[in-house]
């Protein structure tokens, strides 16, 4: 089945570690999001990517960075200069062929601080 | 830039029809969503809404004036299962979606 797998689905940090958090979609999908939800909260937009080597900082960019070597793919990195990591991340896709569609969301990675 | 308003917290008797509005400053305006999050889990697509007017998808319906930056979603016969956050979310320029704080929906017997 198609859909977008988040791994893994609990992580934990320690203090001035980097981490990788993964993001893989089989819906042939063109543009990719990452989230930031805290508790109670909404979601905050972090990085998004429209295509192929090519993204775009959201709102709360500052100590995340991303990659988008290829289409299926866009992990997110929490670096130790994110002084808060931790919170729930959600991935997503969408296909922009005809205009803008629905978000497709992987089921999420927690993340806290050992 | 994006500004999205939604109140906090609703609550409704099951059976009931309940509103739930949302405005917005988006610069870019291309088209406005509707998800449903259930607690811990990840946001599920209700509806999409690009052009003035009423979108009915069967006890869902969602509403939008571009004109005034205004959405509402319309949820009828209200069951207990849909106690959850429903999310306005707004596409901007360059395919940007960015999302509302959410409304939490609590459905009493």
């Known amino acids: 089945d198609g859909g977008i797998t988040q791994s893994p689905k609990y992580l934990f940090r320690k203090e001035g570690q980097n981490v990788t958090l993964s993001c893989e979609q089989n819906l042939n999908h063109d543009a990719m999001y990452w989230y930031r939800q805290d508790p109670g909260q909404g979601l905050r937009l972090i990085y998004y990517s429209q295509i192929v080597n090519d993204f775009q900082k959201g709102d709360i960019a500052e100590g995340y960075s991303v990659s988008r070597e290829k289409k299926e793919s866009f992990p997110l990195t929490v670096t130790s200069a994110q002084k808060n990591p931790t919170a729930f991340y959600l991935c997503?896709?969408?296909?922009?062929?005809?205009?803008?569609?629905?978000?497709?969301f992987g089921d999420g990675t927690r993340l806290s601080i050992l | 830039g994006q500004n999205i308003d939604q109140p906090t917290e609703m609550t409704a008797t099951e059976g009931a029809i309940v509103q739930i509005n949302c405005t917005y400053q988006t610069s870019g305006f291309n088209g406005l969503f509707w998800y449903q999050q259930h607690a811990g889990e990840a946001p599920t697509f209700l509806s999409y809404?690009?052009?003035?007017g009423l979108e009915e998808k069967g006890r869902f319906s969602s509403f939008l004036s571009r004109s005034k930056g205004y959405s509402y979603l319309l949820l009828k016969e209200l069951q207990m299962k849909d106690s959850a956050s429903y999310l306005c979310a707004t596409q901007g320029g360059y395919q940007k979606v960015t999302f509302g704080t959410g409304t939490k929906l609590q459905v009493i017997p």
């Open positions: 809404n690009v052009l003035d």
């Open positions: 997503a896709s969408s296909d922009q062929t005809g205009g803008s569609q629905p978000q497709h």
